[in-house]
Structures are given as structure tokens and as C-alpha cells.
């Protein structure tokens, strides 16, 4: 099965900084590369996704690269903001019967310092 | 948050008993999903649904069970519970189309 691997575990920055999270996984099969964060006590939400036939995608102060050769993507965010601090997860997706079966990453704990 | 809810929120309860977790959505979404999250190991899927009745299992599915006989619900059962399944439990349901989940606000579960 698919295998993910997250880093860091945990990112600490200050206000304005930028912030860089790497994910690499092992199953070629995948082409589907979401994101969630997790604010603390609060549920996943996605924040921004990448299809394999996409190398780069972005969306305001975030965005995604993928490098299919590698196995690996990366989310960025520019000038962070206190209201970024969360754990972000990563995922790979291997298509099954018409969706997507996403196998995560164990998360960054992203604290950024007013 | 998509309506999709969790029943209960809370529960604790002794080793050995049986144990039922509910996931409600009213999305009509085809996928639903069981995710375990643990410090440290990120969110583990359990099981997952592709319609009714029709459901597979995850990367940690030893020692839980399913049941999804309407397109708005999915049920988690731990027959046993074990002081290892103490954990937080995510249902997630996704349409099929743009493929994002969307998680119910969870239960957090301690077996004493």
C-alpha cells in the first residue's frame, strides 16, 4: 500500500515568514495530492489539492508543487499569519472505483510567532 | 461543514464492550469514511464506504467492523473494545466529484 512520509513534525516561524512542508510517497499509482488543516479541537478541512498532470498550483498565500518523478510535494505558505498556526496533513491518492482512497501523512504542527 | 454529524461526541466506556459510532451526512455524497487519529500517527483510515452496502477495509481495520444500509449513514462498531482503540474518531464523506472530504466534528473515545 501507499506510504507517506511527512516533515517537519513541527514548524515554528514568525508572523511575515514563509513556511515550507515536504511530503514523499511511495505508490506511483497516486495522482491525487490534497492538503487539510486541522486548527486545534476543530475538524480537517482541505485547503488545496493537485492532480498529477499539474506540477504547480496556487491559491493566495498558499501553494502545492508536485514532482511526480521524485514521489514528493510540497506546501507553501507566504507570509504566514498567526491564524496559519494548525497541523497540516498531507495525502496521496491512489484512484479507486471512481475516488480517490487518501493515505495521510502524520502532520506538521505549523506555529507561527506574532 | 458539509451536515455531517457524529453521535456521540464523547463516550467512555470499560474494556470488553461493544461499542457503536454514528456518522450522519445529508449530502447525499456516495464515499464515506472511518479515520482513527492518534498523537503522532496522523489520521488513520478504518474503513471506508463506496455506497450502500458496499464497503472496504482500511489500513487499520483489525478489531472494527461497518454497516452502511442507507446512503446517509455509516456505522462504526468496535465489538470488543480494547484500551488501544482509545483514540478520536473522524467520519469523512466525499461526493465523488471534486473528491475533497469533508469530516464530521468527531468523537473522542476512551475505553478504561
Known amino acids: 500500500g501507499e506510504n507517506v512520509e511527512q516533515h517537519p513534525s513541527t514548524l515554528s516561524v514568525q508572523e511575515g515568514d514563509s513556511a515550507v512542508i515536504k511530503c514523499t510517497y511511495s505508490?506511483?499509482?497516486?495522482?491525487?495530492f490534497p492538503w487539510y488543516k486541522q486548527e486545534l479541537g476543530k475538524r480537517p478541512q482541505l485547503i488545496i489539492d493537485i492532480r498529477s498532470n499539474v506540477g504547480e498550483k496556487k491559491d493566495q498565500r498558499i501553494a502545492v508543487t508536485l514532482n511526480k518523478t521524485a514521489k514528493h510535494f510540497s506546501l507553501h505558505i507566504t507570509e504566514t499569519q498567526p491564524e496559519d498556526s494548525a497541523v497540516y496533513f498531507c495525502a496521496a491518492s491512489p484512484a479507486s472505483g471512481g475516488s480517490y482512497i487518501p493515505t495521510f501523512g502524520r502532520g506538521t504542527s505549523l506555529i507561527v510567532h506574532p | 461543514d458539509a451536515g455531517i454529524t457524529q453521535s456521540p461526541r464523547h463516550k467512555v466506556t470499560e474494556t470488553g464492550t461493544p461499542v457503536t459510532l454514528r456518522c450522519h451526512q445529508t449530502?447525499?455524497?456516495?464515499?464515506m469514511y472511518w479515520y482513527r487519529q492518534d498523537p503522532g500517527h496522523g489520521l488513520r483510515l478504518i474503513h471506508y464506504?463506496?455506497?450502500?452496502?458496499?464497503?472496504d477495509k482500511g489500513e487499520v481495520s483489525d478489531g472494527y467492523s461497518v454497516s452502511r444500509s442507507k446512503t446517509e449513514d455509516f456505522l462504526l462498531t468496535l465489538e470488543s473494545a480494547t484500551s488501544s482503540q482509545t483514540s478520536v474518531y473522524f467520519c469523512a464523506s466525499e461526493g465523488g466529484f471534486s473528491y475533497e472530504q469533508y469530516f464530521g466534528p468527531g468523537t473522542r473515545l476512551t475505553v478504561t
Open positions: 505508490d506511483s499509482a497516486s495522482n491525487y
Open positions: 464506504s463506496y455506497g450502500v452496502k458496499d464497503t
Open positions: 449530502e447525499n455524497h456516495r464515499y
